[in-house]
């Protein structure tokens, strides 16, 4: 309808998965690099989450335009099956002929799927079943997909299965019954928000291949800004908002779409009345009165937080950056659930109302940090975390503990990072943050973070009860930095490495997690050096998890494996706010 009036061949912000506007982020690009990983994973599950209208089809879209002509691809995009319905859409994807009357056993369905497996694998090709909205899997049929990758040969699986879902499926594949199947994911990968500047380039590349790319933009740099905050970075959401606000500036006879117009669009497209584009000082307002505003700037202060400073700096008033939130693989939903959830026992009487804007931080924190340590220290069992925390450094006394424990077993560590909320989610464990008040020189405070969300922050108080804290609130009190607890390997972990009893270890973690046999014989047994064998199971383990494939054993990297062979830990509660 207003194509021509604005230069434009097509209507560019239609919500089809067109691949033709596939806008490729450094987040989309991650997503396609995990599903053609699977191409060539041998075998197992990939799993690529993101929330709804993030671009998981599209990006899925995308990968069938490019798989090769020696792949076979069933692509189930509805499904709510039984068992028996999925083994029989499994068998009409791949062609295989079925009886034309009788119902099969399941016992047929799948010694035919088999057969078929095999003489594909003997031709040389590659079979890849693919399932879109994946969280609407019942478990028993999520079993049976697992039980389908024992297809094998003697040199590698013949079923590459790939899960496309929303964030439940994160939660689904943490139950413990479901653990055999999470531990044969070879990758996964969380499709994340735009950031604003994402945003801004999604709108001129769509209007570009739309067919306008000589015509002037016919969004405003404040209109952009606004189309981000409403739409929280998503692309289903600034597709159908742009759509909106194209029309009714071409209603109105303008050239321009203004941050009036963008307003008009969200009211129609969203509900409620006309947002208007806040000023910094009323957005506490709108975080208490929650909503669409709420969602949009807790978003904004993931990606905006301010500069990470060392724990050990001295306090300053904090200065924005940005902050990718893209590696959001590990999340809180990906982690098994361990008995020592950090927020496990709570009451529900005991929290607060979640619109706690206006809290001090003298009341969500300590001023003793050694108080904090032992806090933190008790979640994890510590009988002695006072005594460790009254030491000038609790974090070197327990590594002295750490170097003192017998080898066969998994000491307790401190982790100290600055690489802000998205390692946070990625972690999943609870950390002490350090919050700095608006008051100049004021002394910091020590909180416990035990329970995160995408809007929220949980932080037990002294007193033991829990306050909710939303993210933006959090992003002016915090730079960051925090610090934590992990079970290192046998004999502990340095910046040199692992010891022999820690490679030894790290090879029956790896073999337990792939299900193949480990390098050495006995966990007592260790690698005479770290060598290419070694290595390169620990970057297939890297890369299953998002992370950076360097086939170093670091500490991310171990924490990661800890949660892959189910050791127990406690967990941040992901408790979504009432």
Same mark, same amino acid.
């Given at each position: 309808?207003?194509?021509?009036?604005?230069?434009?061949?097509?209507?560019?912000?239609?919500?089809?998965?067109?691949?033709?506007?596939?806008?490729?982020?450094?987040?989309?690009?991650?997503?396609?690099?995990?599903?053609?990983?699977?191409?060539?994973?041998?075998?197992?599950?990939?799993?690529?989450?993101?929330?709804?209208?993030?671009?998981?089809?599209?990006?899925?879209?995308?990968?069938?335009?490019?798989?090769?002509?020696?792949?076979?691809?069933?692509?189930?995009?509805?499904?709510?099956?039984?068992?028996?319905?999925?083994?029989?859409?499994?068998?009409?994807?791949?062609?295989?002929?079925?009886?034309?009357?009788?119902?099969?056993?399941?016992?047929?369905?799948?010694?035919?799927?088999?057969?078929?497996?095999?003489?594909?694998?003997?031709?040389?090709?590659?079979?890849?079943?693919?399932?879109?909205?994946?969280?609407?899997?019942?478990?028993?049929?999520?079993?049976?997909?697992?039980?389908?990758?024992?297809?094998?040969?003697?040199?590698?699986?013949?079923?590459?299965?790939?899960?496309?879902?929303?964030?439940?499926?994160?939660?689904?594949?943490?139950?413990?019954?479901?653990?055999?199947?999470?531990?044969?994911?070879?990758?996964?990968?969380?499709?994340?928000?735009?950031?604003?500047?994402?945003? =801004?380039?999604? %709108?001129?590349?769509?209007? *570009? /291949?739309? &067919?306008? #790319?000589?015509? @002037?933009? +016919?969004?405003? !740099?404040? $209109?952009?800004?606004?189309?981000?905050?409403?739409?929280?970075?998503?692309?289903?959401?600034?597709?159908?908002?742009?759509?909106?606000?194209?029309?009714?500036?071409?209603?109105?006879?303008?050239?321009?779409?203004?941050?009036?117009?963008?307003?008009?669009?969200?009211?129609?497209?969203?509900?409620?009345?006309?947002?208007?584009?806040?000023?910094?000082?009323?957005?506490?307002?709108?975080?208490?009165?929650?909503?669409?505003?709420?969602?949009?700037?807790?978003?904004?202060?993931?990606?905006?937080?301010?500069?990470?400073?060392?724990?050990?700096?001295?306090?300053?008033?904090? =200065?924005?950056? %940005?902050?990718?939130?893209? *590696? /959001?693989? &590990?999340? #809180?939903?990906? @982690?098994? +659930?361990?008995? !020592?959830? $950090?927020?496990?026992?709570?009451?529900?009487?005991?929290?607060?109302?979640?619109?706690?804007?206006?809290?001090?931080?003298?009341?969500?924190?300590?001023?003793?940090?050694?108080?904090?340590?032992?806090?933190?220290?008790?979640?994890?069992?510590?009988?002695?975390?006072?005594?460790?925390?009254?030491?000038?450094?609790?974090?070197?006394?327990?590594?002295?503990?750490?170097?003192?424990?017998?080898?066969?077993?998994?000491?307790?560590?401190?982790?100290?990072?600055?690489?802000?909320?998205?390692?946070?989610?990625?972690?999943?464990?609870?950390?002490?943050?350090?919050?700095?008040?608006?008051?100049?020189?004021?002394?910091?405070?020590?909180?416990?973070?035990?329970?995160?969300?995408?809007?929220?922050?949980?932080?037990?108080?002294?007193?033991?009860?829990?306050?909710?804290?939303?993210?933006?609130?959090?992003?002016?009190?915090?730079?960051?930095?925090?610090?934590?607890?992990?079970?290192?390997?046998?004999?502990?972990?340095?910046?040199?490495?692992?010891?022999?009893?820690?490679?030894?270890?790290?090879?029956?973690?790896?073999?337990?997690?792939?299900?193949?046999?480990?390098?050495?014989?006995?966990?007592?047994?260790?690698?005479?050096?770290?060598?290419?064998?070694?290595?390169?199971?620990?970057?297939?383990?890297?890369?299953?998890?998002?992370?950076?494939?360097?086939?170093?054993?670091?500490?991310?990297?171990?924490?990661?494996?800890?949660?892959?062979?189910?050791?127990?830990?406690?967990?941040?509660?992901?408790?979504?706010?009432?």
């Amino acid at each position: 309808m207003y194509a021509a009036f604005f230069g434009l061949r097509h209507e560019p912000f239609s919500i089809a998965p067109d691949p033709r506007y596939l806008f490729m982020s450094e987040r989309h690009r991650e997503a396609l690099a995990h599903l053609l990983y699977g191409l060539s994973g041998g075998g197992g599950f990939v799993l690529l989450t993101g929330e709804i209208g993030a671009g998981k089809t599209t990006v899925c879209r995308c990968f069938l335009e490019q798989v090769p002509d020696t792949c076979d691809i069933a692509y189930i995009f509805n499904p709510r099956l039984t068992v028996r319905e999925l083994l029989r859409t499994v068998c009409e994807e791949f062609h295989i002929e079925l009886p034309p009357e009788s119902v099969p056993s399941l016992k047929d369905l799948v010694d035919r799927l088999n057969r078929f497996l095999l003489q594909a694998h003997a031709q040389g090709r590659s079979c890849v079943l693919i399932i879109d909205e994946a969280q609407n899997l019942a478990p028993e049929v999520l079993e049976q997909l697992r039980l389908l990758t024992n297809l094998e040969t003697s040199e590698r699986k013949l079923l590459q299965i790939i899960l496309i879902g929303q964030p439940e499926l994160r939660s689904m594949l943490a139950r413990p019954e479901l653990e055999q199947l999470a531990q044969r994911v070879i990758a996964r990968y969380h499709l994340g928000a735009l950031s604003a500047e994402e945003s =801004a380039q999604y %709108v001129r590349h769509r209007l *570009a /291949v739309a &067919g306008g #790319a000589e015509a @002037a933009l +016919p969004f405003d !740099a404040r $209109a952009l800004r606004l189309i981000h905050r409403l739409s929280r970075g998503v692309p289903r959401r600034i597709n159908l908002l742009c759509d909106r606000a194209l029309l009714g500036a071409y209603a109105q006879g303008r050239a321009k779409v203004d941050v009036r117009t963008v307003q008009g669009a969200a009211a129609e497209v969203f509900g409620g009345p006309p947002a208007a584009a806040p000023t910094l000082p009323r957005r506490a307002a709108l975080l208490a009165a929650g909503g669409l505003g709420l969602a949009a700037l807790a978003t904004a202060a993931v990606l905006g937080l301010g500069e990470r400073l060392p724990w050990s700096q001295p306090a300053a008033q904090p =200065a924005p950056v %940005v902050a990718s939130a893209a *590696a /959001v693989p &590990g999340s #809180a939903a990906e @982690a098994a +659930p361990a008995p !020592a959830s $950090a927020a496990a026992s709570e009451p529900a009487e005991a929290l607060e109302p979640s619109a706690a804007v206006d809290v001090p931080p003298d009341a969500l924190g300590l001023k003793d940090e050694r108080q904090a340590w032992a806090a933190l220290a008790r979640l994890w069992g510590l009988a002695e975390a006072e005594a460790l925390a009254a030491r000038p450094d609790p974090c070197q006394a327990l590594k002295a503990r750490a170097d003192a424990t017998p080898a066969t077993e998994n000491p307790l560590q401190c982790f100290r990072s600055t690489e802000g909320l998205a390692q946070l989610r990625l972690l999943d464990r609870p950390a002490l943050l350090r919050l700095y008040p608006s008051e100049q020189g004021a002394a910091p405070v020590h909180a416990l973070l035990v329970g995160l969300d995408e809007r929220q922050a949980r932080l037990r108080l002294p007193d033991g009860r829990v306050q909710r804290l939303d993210l933006l609130r959090l992003s002016r009190l915090w730079r960051g930095d925090f610090l934590t607890l992990w079970r290192s390997p046998p004999g502990g972990y340095s910046g040199r490495g692992l010891s022999e009893a820690g490679l030894g270890w790290l090879d029956q973690q790896l073999a337990r997690v792939f299900e193949l046999p480990p390098l050495t014989q006995t966990e007592a047994q260790s690698r005479a050096r770290f060598d290419t064998a070694l290595r390169s199971r620990l970057g297939s383990f890297q890369r299953s998890q998002g992370l950076r494939s360097d086939g170093r054993p670091g500490p991310v990297t171990l924490m990661q494996l800890n949660r892959a062979v189910g050791l127990n830990e406690p967990r941040l509660d992901p408790h979504q706010p009432s």
